[in-house]
């Protein structure tokens, strides 16, 4: 499709418009006039003058999902690995330990990942990347992979400079050096991260093209030195950037954060480099204490909550219903496909709404309209896109997802928003809208030819997943120590539990 025909005037007519302000149960009709990338006017019976009219009949249009945490470099190992505690799934899934891959295969799992997310109806991800190599043809080959998609990207290149594994504390002092050393890796250095990360920037400008723009992504606090840190917090600051971070993902991190000398909290050491603001997403948190929530709160940071990876490692259960009464604004993730195999965020919304039920019986305020304002708003907020996507209003980008009320999931049609959370799968996803630009229409993508994509995709899987059996081998001898060490670490105090009923015991 042309830009010329990208700019072409849709009328999407006739369908109920989800509004988070309003009815979320019976939205009300109207129809949708997009001119270019934005919604031009939301009303009754608009005329449709040049514009290109979709049929909206019967079905319900909401604002386009965003994926507030995903990792595009592990697509190629979707499915390859399961009962793996976080610290163990690290080693397998780590791109450090895969060595550099094709451009070709970069460009592939791009877009497979890219295509799972549009037909799911998620029109924004943040992909936080580990590149290998680090260098600009991998920058540009991502970047234009999604441009292909047509899908909306807020791009960060993953940083860290220290490259031992979380777990390192609790590894047994009389494991042979040479395991040791396996398990911490090789640190890299601050200032070239910040320089590769910097140029990058600059070379591609703050918005490469009008569906793309930029994050910063530091690994984990523990994983960056001071230096590192702040350097992020100056870039944040200098281009108004979001800043994305893994904190308390696991109860590892936790246990080791107190082991340190002066026990400083993950999040004061955030604090410490600047970092502490309305611009920070805390991802994960699942090892949050109430001090630390209420942390998050004061700085109007934000949590991107991913249900998903977090059981599938067996990290435990976010504290979404008191992050939730403290005020903290919460996003959803579906986080990477190594740990979650499925970019679907209807699941995600599903699980932010059940989940606080394994520890609290009352009734909360977490509901599907909040999980569709997590999904949206949250998410908008979250990758620095507040107020331009997120909600179907006047003068914002028309990022929307049109879904078929005719599937079995909706019918009858009691309510949008739990019908929505609570019953669809990604079946119901008929069009799909980026920036104007329909991308799905039918459930199929209009900007890549799927089967062939798929085609490619399988012939160069046998590969990586050769790859994959090799890292597996070479990791053999470590697996028993990491989940030996895990054991310890489980063991240490702490004075909550995010494990239903361990606590009790
Ligand atoms: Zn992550």
Not at 491 to 499: A, G, H, N, Q
């Given at each position: 499709m042309t830009d010329a025909a990208q700019a072409t005037r849709i009328l999407i007519r006739g369908g109920r418009v989800y509004d988070h302000d309003g009815d979320v149960h019976q939205p009300a009709l109207a129809d949708i006039l997009v001119d270019g990338e934005r919604i031009e006017r939301i009303g009754p019976n608009l005329p449709a003058g040049d514009a290109q009219v979709i049929d909206a009949a019967g079905k319900l249009v909401v604002p386009g999902f965003i994926n507030a945490h995903y990792h595009s470099h592990d697509v190629m190992a979707k499915g390859l690995f399961e009962e793996m505690p976080f610290d163990i799934w690290t080693l397998h899934s780590n791109p450090a330990n895969y060595g550099p891959r094709a451009l070709e295969e970069v460009r592939l799992r791009t877009l497979i990942g890219a295509a799972e997310m549009l037909r799911n109806g998620i029109t924004t991800v943040q992909d936080f990347l580990t590149l290998v190599p680090q260098d600009e043809a991998m920058v540009d080959t991502v970047l234009s992979a999604y441009e292909e998609a047509g899908i909306r990207v807020v791009f960060a290149v993953a940083a860290r400079d220290r490259a031992a594994l979380d777990i390192a504390p609790f590894i047994p002092k009389e494991l042979p050096e040479a395991v040791?050393?396996?398990?911490?890796?090789?640190?890299?250095?601050?200032?070239?991260?910040?320089g590769f990360i910097a140029a990058q920037i600059k070379r591609r400008g703050l918005r490469p093209t009008p569906r793309q723009t930029w994050a910063l992504a530091p690994s984990a606090p523990q994983r960056c030195s001071q230096?590192?840190?702040e350097g992020i917090a100056e870039l944040s600051r200098r281009h108004g950037l979001p800043v994305f971070t893994h904190v308390y993902e696991t109860r590892i991190q936790a246990a080791a954060a107190r082991q340190q000398p002066s026990a400083p909290s993950l999040l004061d050491v955030l604090a410490r480099a600047g970092l502490m603001n309305e611009r920070i997403n805390i991802v994960h948190g699942v090892w949050l204490t109430p001090?630390?929530?209420?942390?998050?709160?004061?700085?109007?940071?934000?949590?991107?909550?991913?249900?998903?990876s977090n059981l599938k490692l067996k990290s435990g259960v976010a504290p979404i219903a008191e992050l939730h009464r403290a005020g903290v604004d919460i996003a959803l993730g579906c986080d990477n496909y190594s740990c979650a195999e499925t970019q679907n965020i209807f699941i995600a919304m599903r699980m932010l709404c059940l989940l606080p039920a394994v520890t609290d019986p009352e009734p909360h305020l977490v509901n599907a309209a909040y999980a569709l304002k997590a999904a949206t708003l949250g998410g908008a907020r979250a990758v620095g896109l507040g107020g331009q996507i997120g909600a179907l209003k006047t003068g914002t980008l028309a990022d929307l997802t049109i879904l078929d009320?005719?599937?079995?999931?909706?019918?009858?049609?009691?309510?949008?928003?739990r019908q929505v959370v609570f019953s669809e799968t990604g079946r119901a996803v008929e069009t799909v809208l980026v920036g104007g630009r329909p991308v799905v229409r039918g459930g199929k993508l209009t900007t890549v030819d799927e089967a062939a994509l798929a085609e490619a995709v399988q012939a160069i899987a046998p590969e990586?997943?050769?790859?994959?059996?090799?890292?597996?081998?070479?990791?053999?001898?470590?697996?028993d120590h990491l989940l030996n060490a895990n054991?310890?670490?489980?063991?240490?105090?702490?004075?909550?539990?995010?494990?239903v009923g361990r606590g009790a015991k």
């Open positions: 040791r050393k396996r398990i911490a890796g090789s640190d890299r250095k601050a200032a070239d991260e910040l230096e590192l840190l001090r630390d929530i209420a942390q998050i709160a004061e700085a109007k940071a934000r949590v991107v909550h991913n249900p998903i009320l005719n599937e079995p999931t909706f019918v009858p049609f009691n309510s949008a928003a990586f997943r050769a790859d994959a059996e090799k890292l597996a081998g070479r990791n053999a001898d470590l697996t054991r310890e670490a489980w063991k240490v105090p702490l004075e909550f539990e995010r494990y």
